[in-house]
């Protein structure tokens, strides 16, 4: 997967074919590398809800895609219909996954361009969509890219980086958001080495973080998830660095559950604890991160991981899928527009422009 220069994924995570969606089953690595591709509005949702596809960017991407797919086959004569069409298809995407605002934000700006285009003849309408879905893919490499060249500056030649869960090429159109940093870093010279937490409960860290940074070859070591803060103890982490599925105007952030348990373990041992993302994922509306909506997930994914059942049969179980970082906790917020410091109100907001 390294190649020299500017680093991809040889196989884009998702993308639109001939009337498609053909994307990357995540949910098979490392162990399988499967394409699949979804046909109607309905695979796609299953696709986001059963992390067939995930990332904050690449459930935004899919959202994009998924809107266009919903309508693609439209019969519709008028403008009126044609949108009370796209609306029913971006209300039942929207309902896929909660926590992201990406998929909202890329729903809305689909919305958006129809009403803007409405004057169009219907299929027009429908080649303006796509290529506006299309525009939000080009548009993330773009961010992702430039997220790694601000993000590089922060490490240093022979650091050592702690990430959670996988923001890299699988969560993007192809570079990732926290593994744009390390790629840019690996790819402009610099001695660095990462450790990837596993991730519990499915594992993001070890299927796809140690698989990515692997192919690129990233010096990459692999520890459970409560493993962290004794490396942390040990002097081996330099700074951690994650992605970030919502950002609230004050900077308080979600990211995948067992990210809040990373920053303060890094607060503890005085390490600096970065969220990498694009602005995509600022959500302004909300004041603080008491207001960002948390995903809970089936209880099988905890008591029956992977298939082997590892806790009694009914056992109670909760399962949040994310979890909320106080923005005190965060030492910068790397984006496309460059380094936001604390206070996140300001430096945020004048980035969210």
């Known amino acids: 997967m390294a190649t020299k220069g500017r680093r991809k994924m040889p196989i884009p995570t998702i993308e639109w074919v001939d009337g498609r969606i053909h994307l990357i089953d995540q949910t098979l690595l490392p162990n ?3 394409q699949i591709y979804c046909d109607d509005v309905e695979s ?3 696709a986001i809800k059963s992390l067939r596809v995930r990332g904050a960017p690449a459930i935004g991407i899919a959202g994009a895609l998924g809107a266009v797919l919903g309508i693609w086959k439209s019969k519709a004569t008028n403008y009126p219909d044609f949108a ?6 971006t209300d039942y995407l929207a309902t896929s996954r909660p926590t992201a605002v990406n998929l909202f934000w890329a729903l809305t700006r689909i919305e958006q361009t129809a009403e803007k285009h409405k004057d169009l003849e219907i299929e027009q309408l429908k080649g303006v969509l796509l290529d506006e879905a299309q525009n939000i893919i080009e548009e993330d490499r773009a961010r992702c890219r430039a997220i790694g060249q601000h993000g590089l500056n922060l490490l240093r030649n022979g650091d050592t980086i702690l990430t959670h869960c996988n923001a890299g090429g699988l969560a993007t159109s192809d570079y990732g958001t926290a593994l744009a940093v390390m790629f840019s ?5 610099k001695n ?7 991730t519990r409960p499915l594992l993001q860290g070890a299927r796809l973080t140690a698989w990515e940074l ?21 002097g081996k982490i330099q700074c951690a660095i994650v992605g970030a599925d919502r950002i609230a105007a004050n900077g308080d952030t979600a990211n995948k559950i067992g990210t809040y348990n990373v920053a303060i373990l890094a607060k503890v041992h005085d390490i600096p604890f970065y969220v990498a993302a694009p602005t995509s994922t600022l959500d302004l509306s909300l ?5 960002i909506p948390i995903e809970q997930r089936a209880a099988e994914e905890v008591t029956e991981g992977f298939g082997s059942r590892t806790a009694p049969e009914g056992v109670k179980v909760y399962s949040p899928a994310f979890d909320v970082t106080p923005a005190h906790l965060i030492t910068a917020i790397i984006t496309e527009k460059g380094i936001a410091h604390p206070p996140y109100e300001e430096s945020l907001a004048s980035q969210g422009d």
């Not at 009370?84 to 298809?89: D, G, M, W």
């Not at 660095?192 to 596993?198: L, P, Q, R, T, W």
């Not at 192919?215 to 490396?231: E, F, P, Y």
């Open 32 to 34: 399988e590398f499967k």
């Open 44 to 46: 796609v949702w299953e």
């Open 84 to 89: 009370a069409e796209l609306k029913k298809v």
């Open 185 to 189: 870093a690996h790819e402009s010279g």
């Open 192 to 198: 660095i080495s990462v450790y990837a937490d596993e």
């Open 214 to 234: 692997m192919q690129a070859g990233i010096d990459v070591t692999l520890i459970c998830d409560n493993m962290a803060a004794q490396v942390m103890k040990e």
């Open 287 to 291: 004041k603080t991160g008491d207001l």
